[in-house]
């Protein structure tokens, strides 16, 4: 049997995004889709908040993640075998599952392996599910046979057209919508930006729209107040709150103005992370 925590599985989906599978028994028989988990590499290391991708049967949880940061970069290095020092969910609302319905399901980048559990347990559940997932191009596409198998129709798309449809998910949402596709209700994951504008469109066609909103947090349990989020001219908590809420109701600009204040810091402590493994290197 694995020790606690360990990470029994681990795969790089591209350069710099990896999924890894850590033994947490406890945390897998009772996580949802849409609930999160916070870990910590090491006990001098950050609290990491990563939405839970997928559980397995033998007690595994995976996540999903795109090494930015310092202690994303740790992640990303460690091996099957290594044992995590924290692992701690599940975390956060789960996403509200419906039974029928026609709905779209949306996903932006590294959004899709949050996009695919929510897909698939809507599909599962009896509802016709269209996932949308968006990329830069074609070399970074992850899990597409995974979210295939996740919905009844999967369009790619590409910004630079080099795979599926030529353009942004929201395009391809409209062109869907214009042909006389009608939807539900529409379920929204990925960079900020993405989010606004499909919310944007799907107000203009009066579709209910959830987004899962992932903001800066440290201690899930809406105590730092680090995560919170304007959505119908309240303060809410993401962690505690959401992670989902009424996409025509986030304040987006709010939210997007309180991200980019971090955005220097993660950069400089990248450049850190890279100049420590340089000099280890040439050691």
């Not at 889709?33 to 939405?51: C, K, M, S, Y």
């Not at 001219?233 to 103005?257: R, S």
Request: aromatic share 6%; hydrophobic share 35%; glycine share 10%.
């Amino acid at each position: 049997m694995p020790e606690k925590y360990q990470i029994v599985k681990k795969e790089e989906l591209t350069p710099d995004i990896v999924r890894v599978s850590v033994y947490a028994p406890l945390v897998a028989k009772k996580a949802k889709p849409g609930q999160f988990i916070i870990l910590r590499t090491d006990e001098r290391a950050e609290r990491i908040p990563l939405t839970i991708s997928s559980c397995g049967e033998d007690g595994s949880v995976s996540v999903v993640v795109q090494k930015v940061g310092d202690s994303t970069l740790t992640l990303g290095e460690m091996n099957e075998g290594d044992c995590l020092r924290d692992f701690v969910g599940p975390l956060g609302v789960p996403t509200e599952i419906e039974s029928s319905g026609k709905v779209a399901v949306i996903g932006g980048g590294l959004g899709c392996a949050i996009a695919l559990p929510v897909a698939k347990a809507m599909h599962d559940a009896g509802c016709d599910v269209d996932l949308i997932g968006g990329f830069r191009s074609k070399s970074f596409v992850i899990l597409e046979d995974e979210m295939k198998t996740a919905s009844d129709n999967l369009y790619i798309c590409t910004d630079d057209g080099s795979y599926g449809f030529n353009g942004m998910v929201t395009a391809q949402l409209k062109e869907l919508i214009d042909s006389g596709v009608k939807y539900d209700r529409v379920f929204a994951v990925g960079p900020l930006i993405m989010m606004k504008f499909v919310c944007k469109l799907t107000k203009e066609y009066g579709i209910p729209t959830m987004v899962s909103m992932n903001p800066i947090m440290i201690d899930g349990t809406g105590m730092c107040g680090c995560c919170r989020v304007t959505v119908g001219g309240q303060m809410k908590f993401a962690c505690v709150d959401g992670p989902d809420f009424d996409g025509h109701q986030v304040d987006f600009d709010e939210t997007m103005a309180r991200a980019a204040t971090y955005r220097e810091f993660e950069q400089q402590r990248r450049r850190e992370h890279n100049c420590r493994l340089e000099g280890m290197n040439n050691a």
